[in-house]
């Protein structure tokens, strides 16, 4: 496929000339007539029984046409585990508990009813920590699972494991073997769109919904049930996507705002919109859930990796969602990265009072590779190696299979690695206080399986003006997927990207999706444009048959006119007027076998209305494929299992200086190498680049969601810090490796996630080298730096003094 | 209790009906339908809000509309040119990839078009300092300070006194 039209050139994304004019309509900017504003009543305790909720005061409040708490709708249970509700009765579980909430003509006055809500409640300890909650006779998050049976500790059910070779062995044979403990923290996701809804319901009960969603069609399944629950089964539920203002992982559960709204609307029998406001959106909406991580790895004499141990505790918080899949993804890093032939891996989750937490970006990726790639670095020291030479005597290479099963086909690693420490200056002389360090990753990079189905869908319709319309179910939440498909669709079809528009998502004319995330949007999108082309070409192909000798001989006779002298060749058009003869290209239907006069290319749009108005035999093309990777659905307790169609590589590297009087880092430069398979829009690529290192950025720097008992003491852009423009005043160099994939399009991998799995890790490695201390808790703050100074000069004084 | 009070917004003067306390973003966004401008937080935090008060860039989410009855107001549906043509900024926004999610955008492109108007050959570093309250969460930023410099080429100053990197 070198000799694409479209495919590998810079062109700027479909939408953004909407975005620069401020056209484009956000959640924020939905209005439906006679639309409510809903507001949702916050619980006040991070664990209490509520004794009595009294709404009379909202209720009388003039403009209120709703309040309604868990005593007065049905149950509705929400989560991947079924453990949450919409609104909760008996007793709340942390902070953000949904207690009660209004629809009110304005948002004001919703607001002001919410306050006139009064909610008494019976406080009980709670369990803030995971030792806590793991402790003996520790209260209880859940007195009862999802199906009542009656729960007696904290822990999660959700087994996570893989053990492959024989750790023992293998650590008593390593020459070398270092252990350490790591900690991540909460990280918001901080999308810059807060979140929200808007629900509607028809007079026969069927529902839209306009919602923040990576998930249209696993969501419509949940707001399904929901409609059950209120009464209305077998009722219809549509969900749209409009513009998002990100979503970075917070679009993959279904809300209890969401379900709230649906309530509301239900109850008041008019749209209701609910929309976070900031400090809602830090303190009422799940974080990526933090992790501590004990990690051994050890290595023989020539640094060859030799065994590998993780043990992984999440404070999941209080209710389960997706996010308490994370381990899935752990798996990865920990079984897979690098060649490590002896591996032990085991997670758990438990509950505690701690506001919820969900996924972002990367999925438990970052929370291992962390510490994997920092005590890697420590075990090369131990090991007298150079951490980049040890990574190279490990590197994965294409044609393994790794002890999860994963079955690597294209590994671009080894570029990846040479890439960074090339333009890192690897090795060279550098100041004092300055220092480079690197990781890797390894991700999904052809959709990653974690339900029954991981395929997605898409419908080519073509009209009479020669363009055509796209829908895909999955969803544009800024990252670029349309761009990637409207290039996608041109290149198989020969048309313009301009003839090519993509349809808002809605699960009412989109077919089924299973969701945008594990970096699988353009992957499985382009995939079934691809396979949908093809069928629309063999249509038109087979239908050209028929059309095309008629319109090219009316060609030939207006060319003739406008040429008189023309003399056509000799050419038996009838001949080679065969389906399988045809070609699209340039907006043109062409014959490959026959001369390339003008009048022997047909444009497409005059084509597809020849096709059409034919009579009785009209047809008018569409075309749907499906695509369904290729890949194993893993057994999470032993962790084996293919869970991807292919896998994506990177290596990023930094130059930091570290200030030992303030215990500032400062990042130098940055270099980030990802094994992309193909890149197909080199601009928009970039851009997840860039954007997926800045937020790796922050995690390793700057940003951590602050608790106390359960409270988020920092629900503000000022006290929650993400990069600002400032904070990114370094060089990024961005280098992309191909390895054209076989199972992509075009030969290209997924790449939302990968930029920040290893940016944390990356410049530990560069602080430690650069001042000799190693930060195991991110993120890493000055005052860590600092503290880690002063224990390492107090230690080295102790040790000039202790020794004669 | 609402006053009335005549906005001068995008070059165009309406008379309306508003409350004492009514912020200016609320009065663009709900009253004159102007959706451009963003609430990103409410808060003076994030910049998503920028607009410019006779051309100085401020937080839509900060000003009482009444405050700023009678001064020039321009938001992102106003820097269209004639025929609804994207304005230079815009334009450069689109063409070096400075968009990803769009939120951030119009107050990207508010914050842009106040500095090149200020300064057609800004610094990398004047770049930084006239976008450090515009937060963005998509695009690491990057793209962002292509687009500007691309915008002050596009401007007619192509001449920089510093290289891009
Ligand atoms: S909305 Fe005004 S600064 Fe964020
Ligand atoms: S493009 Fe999404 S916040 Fe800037």
């Known amino acids: 496929m070198s000799d694409c039209r479209h495919i590998g050139k810079a062109r700027p994304r479909p939408d953004a000339a909407d ?37 009379s005061r909202a209720e009388r409040l003039p403009g209120v046409r709703a309040v309604v708490t868990a005593y007065d709708t049905p149950e509705i249970r929400i989560g991947f585990l079924n453990d949450n509700f919409a609104l909760k009765r008996d007793k709340v579980r942390q902070f953000r508990d949904e207690v009660a909430a209004v629809a009110a003509i304005d948002p004001d006055i919703a607001a002001e009813a919410v306050d006139l809500i009064d909610v008494e409640y019976e406080p009980l300890p709670g369990v803030f920590t995971l030792d806590e909650a793991m402790a003996q006779g520790a209260p209880l998050v859940h007195e009862m699972d999802a199906r009542g049976n009656p729960l007696t500790t ?318 895909y179910g999955g969803v544009e939440m800024g990252q670029g997927l349309h761009s990637a498909l409207s290039l996608t669709v041109a290149e198989a079809l020969g048309v313009s990207p301009d003839k090519v528009t ?30 949908a082309a093809e069928k629309a070409r063999a249509q038109i192909f087979a239908a050209a048959e028929e059309v095309f000798p008629r319109l090219a001989l009316q060609n030939l006779e207006r060319y003739c006119v406008q040429h008189p002298d023309y003399r056509a060749p000799t050419f038996d058009l009838a001949a080679a007027v065969k389906a399988d003869r045809f070609e699209l290209a340039d907006g043109q239907i062409v014959l490959r076998d026959a001369p390339a006069e003008p009048w022997l290319k047909v444009d497409l749009d005059r084509l597809l209305r020849a096709i059409h108005f034919r009579g009785s035999r009209g047809e008018v093309i569409t075309a749907s494929a499906f695509y369904e990777p290729q890949s194993d659905l893993p057994d999470w307790q032993k962790g084996v299992g293919n869970m991807s169609a292919t896998y994506a590589y990177g290596a990023q590297g930094a130059e930091v200086e570290v200030d030992e009087e303030t215990g500032e880092v400062r990042i130098v430069r940055m270099v980030a190498a990802h094994d992309v398979g193909k890149v197909l829009n080199p601009q928009t690529l970039a851009g997840q680049a860039y954007g997926g290192l800045t937020q790796g950025v922050g995690y390793a720097l700057y940003e951590e969601i602050l608790t106390e008992q359960g409270r988020i003491l920092n629900p503000s852009f000022t006290d929650y810090k993400i990069p600002t423009i400032r904070e990114m005043s370094f060089p990024v160099h961005l280098e992309f490796i191909e390895t054209d994939d076989p199972a992509g399009p075009f030969g290209a991998k997924g790449v939302g996630e990968p930029g920040l799995v290893p940016t944390a890790p990356a410049i530990a490695n560069a602080i430690y080298d650069a001042v000799g201390v190693r930060i195991r808790d991110l993120p890493i703050t000055p005052e860590k730096v600092l503290r880690a100074l002063d224990a390492r000069r107090a230690a080295s004084a102790g040790k000039q003094t202790s020794t004669p | ?122 610094t990398d570093a004047e770049i930084r300092d006239a976008l450090v309250g515009n937060l963005c969460r998509c695009t690491g930023y990057t793209q962002i300070i292509e687009s500007v410099r691309a915008a002050a080429v596009r401007l007619g100053t192509g001449d920089r006194p510093e290289a891009p990197r």
């Open chain 1, 19 to 55: 975005k620069a004019a401020g056209r484009t309509l956000y959640i924020n900017d939905l209005i439906r007539p006679g639309m409510l504003h809903g507001k949702v009543k916050f619980s006040e305790h991070a664990h209490a029984r509520i004794v009595r909720i009294d709404t």
């Open chain 1, 154 to 471: 904290n822990e999660l059910s959700l087994r996570y494991g893989h053990e492959s070779g024989d750790l023992a062995v293998a650590e008593r044979a390593s020459a070398h073997v270092v252990e350490g403990r790591f900690s991540t923290q909460l990280m918001q996701q901080s999308c810059l769109g807060t979140a929200g809804c808007l629900a509607e319901l028809d007079m026969s009960g069927n529902l839209s919904i306009w919602a923040r969603t990576q998930i249209p069609f696993l969501a419509q399944r949940d707001f399904t049930q929901a409609l059950r629950a209120l009464g209305l089964p077998g009722r219809n539920c549509r969900v749209i996507v409009p513009a998002l203002g990100g979503t970075f992982g917070t679009g993959l559960d279904t809300h209890a705002y969401e379900y709230i709204a649906i309530v509301l609307a239900h109850r008041t029998n008019r749209p209701v919109k609910i929309l976070y406001n900031r400090e809602e959106e830090f303190a009422n909406l799940s974080p990526r859930q933090s992790a501590e991580v004990e990690i051994a790895q050890g290595c023989d004499r020539e640094g060859r990796l030799t065994f590998r141990r993780v043990r992984v505790r999440q404070d999941n918080g209080a209710y389960g969602s997706w996010g308490a899949t994370f381990p899935t993804v752990m798996l990865l890093p920990v079984t897979s990265l690098y060649r490590v032939p002896n591996v032990s891996f085991d997670a758990r989750l438990v509950y505690t009072n701690n506001t919820y937490c969900q996924a972002m970006r990367g999925y438990g990726n970052p929370e291992v590779t962390w510490p994997i790639e920092s005590n890697l670095d420590e075990l090369a020291e131990a090991a007298s190696i150079d951490p980049f030479e040890l990574r190279m005597r490990n590197c994965n290479e294409p044609g393994e299979t790794t002890p999860m099963g994963l079955q690597v086909t294209t590994c671009g690693l080894k570029e990846c690695m040479e890439a960074t420490a090339a333009k890192l200056d690897w090795g060279a002389e550098r100041r004092a206080r300055r220092g480079v360090g690197m990781a890797s990753l390894i991700h999904v990079g052809g959709s990653g399986r974690i339900y029954r189905s991981d395929g997605g869908g898409v419908i080519l319709k073509f009209d009479d003006f020669g363009q055509i319309n796209v829908s």
């Open chain 1, 502 to 531: 993509i349809n808002p998502t809605d699960t009412g004319t989109c077919p089924w999706d299973v969701g945008t995330h594990a970096s699988r949007g353009a992957f499985i999108a382009c995939n079934a444009a691809l396979a």
């Open chain 2, 1 to 122: 209790m609402s006053r009335e009070c005549t906005l001068d917004v995008n070059g165009s003067l309406t008379t309306l009906q508003v409350a004492p306390s009514a912020r200016l973003i609320d009065v663009l966004r709900d009253n004159l339908g102007l959706t451009g401008t963003k609430e990103g937080c409410g808060n003076g935090e994030c910049g998503s809000c920028t607009v410019l008060l006779e051309g100085r860039p401020v937080n839509a989410c900060l000003l009482i509309a009444l405050e700023v009855e009678g001064r020039a107001i321009t938001t992102i549906e106003g820097l269209l040119g004639p025929g609804g043509k994207l304005s230079p900024v815009q334009q450069a926004f689109v063409e070096a990839g400075g968009i990803q999610c769009g939120f951030c955008t119009p107050g990207m492109i508010m914050s842009a078009t106040a500095l090149l108007e200020a300064n057609p050959a800004p």
